[in-house]
């Protein structure tokens, strides 16, 4: 991530301290999305899982609601 990415990630969260807290408020989605993108061209892909595991679900209900949006049906 700090070669590809420009993010040093223990700077952001170091070993034994609070976080950074400038870099958290920068890791957003558009940041996570660009930061994919650039790893992807490196040739080192990640991103997010989809699965029926609850870990792999957990975020999606986080990243609707970030978005004021539900994850399903409307009724009527």
Known sequence: MKQIVGL???KMYPAGAPPDS???AAWTWDFFSQA???CFKAGYPFGMPLSTTSDAVQ???AFFNSLR???GRRQG
């Open 59 to 61: 975020w999606v209900g």
């Open 69 to 71: 949006r539900t994850a």
């Open 36 to 38: 994919a993108a650039k």
């Open 22 to 24: 400038e870099l958290e």
């Open 8 to 10: 040093d990630v223990t």
